[in-house]
Structures are given as C-alpha cells and as structure tokens.
C-alpha cells in the first residue's frame, strides 16, 4: 500500500525559509521519479517541482524557480524541498506523490500546511 507523509510545514514570514520532507512506502522508491505539489486556498492542486529517479534531472514551475530547491535521498525513501525567499503567495498545503514521467498514485497524503505571513 502507497503511503506518502509529508512535514516540516509551518508559519514563517515573508523572505524566510523551511524544508519540507516526504517519507515514502509501499513502493520502490528508486523506481519512480517524484514531484512536490502544492494546493493554495480555492485553487486546483498545482505542481511545484519534479525529480528524476535518480535525482540528476530536477525541474522547477516559473513561480518558484530560484527559490525552492527539489532534492531526494534514495537510501532514506526521503524527498525534500527545501523553500527559500517564501511570498504570501506560496501559502498552501504542500503534497508529494509520482510526477515527471511518473503517473501520480491515486492516494496521496494528508499534506503539510505552509503559511507566510507577517
């Protein structure tokens, strides 16, 4: 069974930083290439930024490129993203799951909640 648990969410100000972890099972890790994904208030589940199995090739959607930083240790199950220079615009609930050439899994996780705000 899919289980993908997402933390390190949180309140930070404008300009500040946190770094989101994504604990996979259920499924061969190494195998799949895998994408953070984010949904902000009455909007559609957007995607973030995507990684290769392997972790060589990463790719970043125009709002955050320069800012977030899509990164996976393979050992550990683990994804990360870590979010630098974060905007009120980036407050959302943030989730993992397959993406690039991957399908996305139909369960997803309960998300983790970044607020930005003063």
């Known amino acids: 069974q899919v289980q993908l648990v997402e933390s390190g969410g949180g309140l930070v100000q404008p300009g500040g930083s946190l770094k989101l972890s994504c604990v996979v099972s259920g499924f061969t890790f190494d195998n799949f290439d895998m994408a953070w994904y984010r949904r902000q208030p009455e909007k559609e589940r957007e995607l973030v930024a995507e990684i290769t199995s392997t972790g060589l090739i990463t790719d970043n959607a125009d709002s955050v490129k320069g800012r977030f930083t899509i990164s996976r240790d393979n050992a550990k199950n683990t994804m990360y993203l870590e979010m630098n220079g974060l905007k009120p615009e980036d407050t959302a609930v943030y989730y993992c799951?397959?993406?690039?050439?991957?399908?996305?899994?139909?369960?997803w996780g309960q998300g983790t909640q970044v607020t930005v705000s003063s």
């Open positions: 799951n397959a993406g690039f050439r991957d399908t996305p899994f139909n369960s």
